[in-house]
């Protein structure tokens, strides 16, 4: 079985850790959040996959050298980004003729795919969508399915607050279903091809699962992805609470609590206090700073004193000694000035 794995967006609602490292490259815990994904593959007996990013490319090299191994991974150049359909579609010279797996390379989960695929035979269906059920469905999209699982249609982003079965961005296609869509063309799988599909008769089929899911496409969700880990809400990750890496330190007069991720390398250090917060390798925080709700980027630097709520600074980023940051951003080798604060209302 193969998969392609989307990992060429830009990641716009992420930076500015994304200025400088792509979303999937970003640590969960200790290893990039592509890792897992590729991890959670590999149990379901995928062992080839085909990625592409026209997005920092490159920083991808590292990454792939690093995994040796399984699943056997092909990288393919995609100079232009091709949306999330038209990645799919350039990535079928190197699918065979079974049906694989096409997913988001940013989302969290231990949605149960060998199932997904003895459901996608058993309905007989041109592509299957893992569905995830959600209390408000605004951020999404809405994929309503009749008592079958068969998808009525597909509404990307409904204005109102109403709870439904949400596309989770994992999907079994059968590789002719794809074969009038042009390559090389930028096209959006959740806008253009599905409706298409639904439109001329196919059977598109919904997988609803209960599984754990969770898109880290925000600093907030990337904080929750943490902190329900850290309580043991996914399965086949497990660590301990808070988490501090080997090869990390934090002095025995620091405050950590319970929600925290201290990665390798980072420090935290004397009389300082970090709640509900990720540090990203090599991060520091200095004596008697405070760090909450807050993604600190690889070696990002809060000062003495300092505070810092809310906020994200990206890789090598500074919080100079005692200033104060509030649902702030911080880009990549920068130091901190009142700008970065977003004014009050
Ligand atoms: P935002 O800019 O914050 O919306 O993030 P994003 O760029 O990652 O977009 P989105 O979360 O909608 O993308 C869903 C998945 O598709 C992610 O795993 C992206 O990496 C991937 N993706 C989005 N656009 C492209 C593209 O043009 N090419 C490829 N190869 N992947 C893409």
């Known amino acids: 079985m193969k998969a392609v794995v989307l990992v060429g967006g830009e990641g716009t609602r992420m930076r500015p850790l994304t200025e400088t490292i792509p979303k999937p490259l970003i640590p969960l815990m200790d290893r990039p959040s592509l890792d897992h994904v590729l991890d959670h593959l590999v149990r379901h007996g995928v062992h080839e996959v085909v990625m592409s990013s026209p997005y920092l490319e490159s920083t991808f090299h590292g990454f792939i050298e690093s995994r040796h191994g399984d699943p056997r991974i092909t990288w393919i150049t995609e100079e232009q980004p091709l949306g999330t359909g038209g990645a799919i579609v350039h990535a079928l010279d190197h699918i065979d003729d079974a049906p694989f797996f096409a997913l988001n390379g940013d989302i969290l989960t231990d949605l149960d795919l060998s199932e997904m695929l003895r459901f996608h035979g058993s309905r007989g269906a041109t592509a299957t969508i893992a569905l ?163 993604i600190l980027g690889p070696r990002a630097r809060v000062g003495p004193g300092a505070s810092v709520v809310d906020s994200v600074l990206a890789e090598e980023a500074r919080l100079p000694a005692g200033m104060v940051l509030t649902g702030g951003q911080v880009s990549a080798g920068r130091e901190a000035h009142p700008g970065d604060q977003p004014e009050a209302p």
């Open 132 to 294: 995830h059920h959600v209390d408000d469905a605004r951020p999404f999209g809405l994929v309503p399915t009749d008592r079958s699982g068969r998808v009525q249609k597909f509404r990307e982003k409904p204005g109102e607050l109403i709870p439904g079965d949400i596309n989770a961005g994992t999907y079994i296609l059968d590789p002719g279903t794809l074969s009038e869509w042009p390559t090389g063309e930028n096209i959006s799988i959740e806008r253009q091809i599905f409706p298409a599909l639904i439109a001329s008769g196919r059977p598109v089929y919904g997988f609803l699962a209960d599984a754990y899911w969770l898109d880290l496409g925000t600093p907030q969700q990337y904080l929750q992805a943490h902190f329900d880990i850290l309580e043991n809400r996914v399965k086949g990750e497990h660590y301990r609470a808070p988490w501090v890496a080997e090869g990390a330190s934090v002095d025995l007069r620091a405050h950590l609590g319970r929600w925290v991720a201290v990665g390798p390398g980072a420090s935290v250090a004397a009389e300082a206090t970090v709640e509900d917060s990720v540090l990203l390798p090599g991060a520091s925080v200095a004596e008697g700073a405070t760090v909450v709700s807050t």
